[in-house]
Nanobody
Framework: QVELVESGGGLVQAGGSLRLSCAASGRAISSLTRAWFRQAPGNEREFVAAINWCGSSIYYGGSAKGRFTISRDNAKNEFYLEMSNLKAENRAVYYC??????????????????WGTGNKETVSS
């Protein structure tokens, strides 16, 4: 059993930065591929980024390239999403996810078996 808990969501100004964190707990969690998804109001859940267990393979969705960075700290069993130059269109609920089988280039939400409950990020003018 694996539990994921997100933190770091909140309100930021346009052009600002924010780091989201996800803490993993449970059995056999060190080898999990870990990912971030987001879901804006009225939209489907969208893949943002993923990283494999050792950090050697990273994959970004098209909307995240160049501004978002995914990383992990295996010693702390945490992984992160660093967001910069935020815009109003980045407003969404961000979810962390993990799976023991999925590769880092897996973008389908159905491939991830472990999910956090979501953090809301809002960008103000």
């Amino acid at each position: 059993q694996v539990e994921l808990v997100e933190s770091g969501g909140g309100l930021v100004q346009a052009g600002g930065s924010l780091r989201l964190s996800c803490a993993a707990s449970g059995r056999a969690i060190s080898s999990l591929t870990r990912a971030w998804f987001r879901q804006a109001p009225g939209n489907e859940r969208e893949f943002v980024a993923a990283i494999n267990w050792c950090g050697s393979s990273i994959y970004y969705g098209g909307s995240a390239k160049g501004r978002f960075t995914i990383s992990r700290d295996n010693a702390k069993n945490e992984f992160y999403l660093e967001m910069s130059n935020l815009k109003a269109e980045n407003r969404a609920v961000y979810y962390c996810a993990a799976d023991p089988i999925a590769a880092a280039n897996t973008t389908s939400e159905s491939a991830y078996n472990y999910w956090g409950t979501g953090n809301k990020e809002t960008v103000s003018s």
